[in-house]
């Protein structure tokens, strides 16, 4: 298998062990991104903000900020393996150089030049070498810092060092102070100190688990944070959302929103909804074997009141029915995007979003206030029971196609796959868009590794959630003191939710008696819905590459002390 031009063998058999895992990441992450690339390269017909190709140069700024690692590294490889048995040549004076000395090395043809932190290098060697290489022109003659602030989870110090072999000046003195880009997150809004955070830029974050179920409500401040890009400052006064008129009315403008109109056009409706990340417990996966994504515990999840119109109601005053032909998914394109303009995408199906009891919103409230920042402001939607993903924030734009969104997130990302899948054999084709979620439940207290003491009546209290999608309601929590082998059933606390509209989740409890002379303690949790959907006993039958859908019974490893 190809990626940008390397073999994934060829990744293996590289000498340097130390090289070896950051490049098997780099080539995993350039697979899928080139085979969404290769599949979809005819079908992009509803282009981002009109720029019909806007996915492809995504691609290519991930190429730049993730393939790049695995083009240098190529290109190191043959620049060194005729010097392998070579001394380190003496410190060299490298020549000083302007940005716009740097900008006319823009080409193959008057050499690829790139700046970072300072310095200059020359990386036509590997262009030149690979059909990949690329990927990375779209830093030519310029600086990498934007690229790799922007994707700075691919960031590493690995391909810092092996940049160096290809440095040919530095900037002068008085060049170095700034570099032209500014940080693309410097805007972020600010967030609470007690957050767990797994992900600076972009940042993704969850609460203490402790917090968690203190209340029903998930407080705005304390609601997990999964943020893909930027978050963009938006101006409510100049915001628009735009709908795509019916393919059937050609010639039509889309139909343009304000906030206001969308407020004051349209009657309000409000839900409490549970949103999940698909990642959710990522972390007891990575406990099995590794996989990619955010290392997330048991606390991405939460719950709010939102408030906005449905859904329905707009796409119907955008002249949309039922009956509309070709009318199979409605697409929502995000106002967070990357430095070429590409914006965060999903889609549901057109049927799921024009079906009233499904309430989906575009919701411009949460708990009572305006979105959030970080959650969305100042619109978003709100797709109750189905998965986080599709739940865009910063929504800008609306298209109801034949077709599912194209964006990475909806075709190479957000998917499940059987364990014996890897990142050799994947194809994100065959696999459905995840949207409905499963079965959930988890302890919230007590902690693992907690010395836990029984009350003065010698019991102990147990905590937690659980969730199902789908509108699907938890009928019951069953707990277990003992590993499995004896259960006892948790009592149940939430709203009252109609059935099939069961969107928000319950808080479980439990007073047990403390086992006589037990010195450790193992609690488990599992969670039933109204169809009788059962979680799983084990993690590994469920492992999947990208640590999505963890719902196995969770447990809870705890000491026991003295009372």
């Known amino acids: ?11 293996r058999s590289l000498k340097s062990q130390r090289l070896q895992r950051p490049l098997c990441e780099w080539a995993r992450t350039c697979i899928a991104e080139e085979r969404s690339h290769r599949t979809h390269s005819t079908e992009a017909k509803y282009g981002f903000r009109g720029r019909r190709d806007n996915w492809k140069w ?5 190429g730049a900020a993730i393939g790049f690692g695995s083009v240098v590294i190529y290109g190191v490889q043959k620049r060194r393996m005729p010097q392998a048995d070579s001394s380190k040549s003496p410190a060299h004076v490298f020549p000083q150089y302007t940005r716009a000395d740097v900008k006319q090395h ?7 030049w790139v700046t970072y932190a300072g310095e200059v290098f020359d ?15 779209l830093a030519a003659g310029g600086a990498l810092e934007p690229f790799w602030a ?4 691919h960031k590493s110090e ?4 092996i940049l160096q072999e290809y440095k040919v000046g530095e900037l002068r003195p008085e060049e170095k102070k700034e570099e032209d880009s500014t940080d693309p997150y410097s805007k972020d809004p600010p967030r609470h100190p007690v957050y767990k955070i797994n992900s600076l830029k972009p940042f993704n974050a969850e609460p203490p688990t402790g917090i968690l179920t203190e209340s029903y409500i998930t407080p705005n401040d304390f609601f997990f944070k999964r943020n893909h890009l930027p978050v963009p400052d938006i101006n409510p006064d100049q915001y628009k959302l735009v709908i795509e008129a019916p393919a059937a009315t050609k010639g039509e403008k889309p139909l343009q929103l304000t906030l206001n109109d969308l407020k004051t056009k349209f009657p309000q409706h409000e839900i409490t909804a549970t949103l999940q990340c698909a990642g959710n417990r990522r972390s007891e996966m990575n406990a ?4 990619k994504g955010l290392d997330w515990g048991t606390a991405a999840i939460s719950t709010a009141r939102w408030a906005g119109v449905r859904l329905r109601d707009v796409l119907q005053h955008a002249g949309y029915t039922e009956n509309t032909p070709n009318a199979n998914h409605v697409q929502f394109e995000g106002l967070d995007c990357d430095i070429t303009g590409t914006s965060y995408g999903a889609s549901i199906t057109f049927a799921h979003a024009m079906r009233k009891e499904n309430d989906v919103l575009l919701a411009y409230e949460m708990n009572g206030q305006e979105i959030p920042r970080d959650h969305g402001f100042p619109l978003r939607v709100i797709v109750p029971g189905i998965v986080g993903a599709r739940n865009v924030k910063w929504l800008g734009r609306i298209v109801v196609s034949e077709e599912e969104s194209r964006s990475h997130w909806q075709q190479n990302d957000y998917k499940g796959f059987s364990p014996s899948v890897d990142w050799d054999t994947v194809d994100f084709t065959t696999s459905p868009a995840i949207q409905d979620l499963p079965i959930q439940s988890a302890i919230t207290e007590p902690h693992p590794g907690q010395e836990v003491v029984p009350n003065s009546e010698g019991n102990l209290t147990l905590k937690g959630y659980a969730w199902s999608g789908g509108g699907r309601e938890v009928v019951r929590v069953d707990v277990s003191l003992d590993g499995g082998k004896t259960w006892q059933v948790a009592e149940l606390t939430g709203e009252k ?47 999947n590459l990208r640590g999505v859908l963890s719902n196995a019974w969770h447990r809870v490893q705890v000491t026991v002390g003295a009372n």
């Open 1 to 11: 298998m190809l990626t940008y031009g390397i073999t994934t063998q060829a990744l």
């Open 58 to 62: 995504g691609a290519m700024v991930a």
């Open 106 to 112: 823009a080409s193959l043809a008057d050499r690829v």
């Open 123 to 137: 990386i036509t060697e590997f262009v030149e070498l690979h059909p990949g290489g690329n990927r990375i022109m």
């Open 150 to 153: 922007l994707y700075g989870v």
């Open 158 to 161: 690995h391909v810092i060092e």
């Open 288 to 291: 099995v074997k590794q996989v």
């Open 497 to 543: 939710q109609k059935a099939g509209q069961a969107w928000a989740w319950k808080i479980w409890q439990l007073s047990v008696p403390m086992p006589s002379e037990a010195k450790e303690l193992t609690i488990l949790c599992k969670a039933v819905d109204s169809s009788y959907n059962v979680q799983p006993d084990t993690v590994a039958p469920i492992w």
